[in-house]
């Protein structure tokens, strides 16, 4: 009994109490700490975990790190949402003065819709097509392929969209290639040919690429667009609308490559022994803009479209001197300078950037060669 009481006597000695005092709160504290520790490796932590000392904060603070990171994250996501209507989004009723038949102009900030005309309608894209071709080959290619991938033209490739009298870039059968020359090719003269190559390049088969194509506009949001070709040439259910692509255009000009392509003017391709000067490139947006401008606002780029079933259609964006961008999409017109005409009126009109008091030209002074 006594060596029972001076054992109990060194036990509630003070320093031995402390001493115990420590260990229980250490202990308590791992318990608190391993659960979330453990999460970490076991991949069930919370979905937005900072650091050691934020997982060993109160709830509070946990809460306002996971509000402040999903609001990050709804801000930055890689794929542009739909264009939000508004009280202020102008329904574009009168057809004597804005021609085309389906329109949207969005502005890129705010992820508004500032105008639209039949802007969910089912339209054919046309050549607006090649935006999705070249961000499809751009994102699926490695930056090695990019660099110095080649193919050799065939007349496989050239001759199936000659018989159709698609406009093309001029590459000749033998001709070898770089991924680079094509992606110009495809988007500044609008050539078929580059189209096809690129495709068969990138997958092995044009097929076999569109089904990357129409996999990536699923991606990007593209909910009413089906894609059957590379090229944007006539063919049953290869739709798309209006709201459709200009989201296709505002993902594509986050993409660097695929950005600096659609601003180009003109580009010369790589001497070849079919070509020894190499091919000159030039623009259809900017060759159809010529000296046109608008106070405030400056078009930088985009792609062309026309078949008989579509019209002619213009995709473009543009910048204001406060550094907003907007794109604008005009499809369905009868004229390739209406489509001109109607995308300057309707960044004049409906952006806020310029002065608004833009008139239509006389129809004698609208007229242009048509281009794919």
């Known amino acids: 009994m006594m060596k029972n009481t001076k054992c109990a006597r060194r036990h509630l000695r003070p320093d031995r109490i402390a001493a115990a005092g420590l260990i229980v709160f250490l202990a308590a504290g791992a318990?608190?700490?391993?659960p979330k520790l453990l999460g970490r490796f076991r991949g069930d932590a919370p979905k937005n975990p900072t650091s050691l000392v934020s997982d060993l904060n109160d709830v509070t603070t946990t809460t306002t790190t996971e509000t402040t990171t999903t609001t990050t994250t709804t801000t930055t996501s890689r794929y542009p949402a739909p264009a939000t209507r508004t009280t202020d989004t102008r329904q574009l009723t009168d057809v004597t003065d804005i021609l085309a038949r389906n329109i949207a102009v969005i502005d890129m900030d705010s992820q508004t819709m500032l105008a639209e005309r039949e802007a969910d309608a089912v339209i054919e894209p046309a050549s607006m097509t090649k935006i999705l071709t070249i961000v499809t080959a751009v994102e699926t290619l490695s930056e090695e392929q990019l660099r110095d991938g080649q193919i050799t033209m065939t007349e496989e490739i050239i001759a199936p969209v000659r018989a159709r009298q698609a406009i093309c870039a001029g590459f000749l059968p033998g001709e070898s290639c770089s991924v680079t020359d094509l992606l110009y090719g495809t988007i500044l003269p609008?050539?078929?040919d580059a189209a096809v190559a690129l495709a068969v390049l990138t997958a092995g088969s044009e097929d076999a690429f569109v089904q990357l194509m129409n996999e990536k506009a699923a991606e990007i949001g593209m909910d009413s667009s089906h894609f059957c070709n590379a090229t944007g040439l006539h063919a049953e259910g290869h739709v798309s609308t209006a709201h459709d692509i200009a989201r296709l255009l505002e993902y594509a000009i986050r993409i660097p490559v695929c950005k600096e392509v659609l601003e180009a003017k003109s580009w010369r391709t790589a001497q070849t022994d079919q070509h020894p000067s190499g091919i000159s490139l030039t623009s259809i947006v900017f060759w159809r803009l010529g000296d046109h401008t608008l106070n405030g606002i400056r078009i930088s780029g985009g792609k062309t479209?026309?078949?008989?079933q579509a019209g002619?259609?213009?995709?473009?964006f543009a910048s204001d001197n406060n550094g907003k961008t907007y794109v604008c999409v005009a499809?369905?017109?009868n004229d390739p300078m209406d489509a001109v005409y109607d995308t300057?009126?309707?960044y004049n009109r409906y952006t806020g950037a310029s002065d608004g008091r833009m008139t239509r030209p006389a129809p004698e002074e609208t007229t242009a060669p048509a281009a794919s």
């Open 190 to 192: 609008s050539g078929a």
């Open 344 to 346: 300057l009126l309707l």
């Open 305 to 308: 479209g026309f078949t008989n």
């Open 31 to 34: 318990a608190i700490a391993l």
């Open 331 to 333: 499809a369905g017109c």
């Open 312 to 316: 002619q259609c213009l995709a473009t």
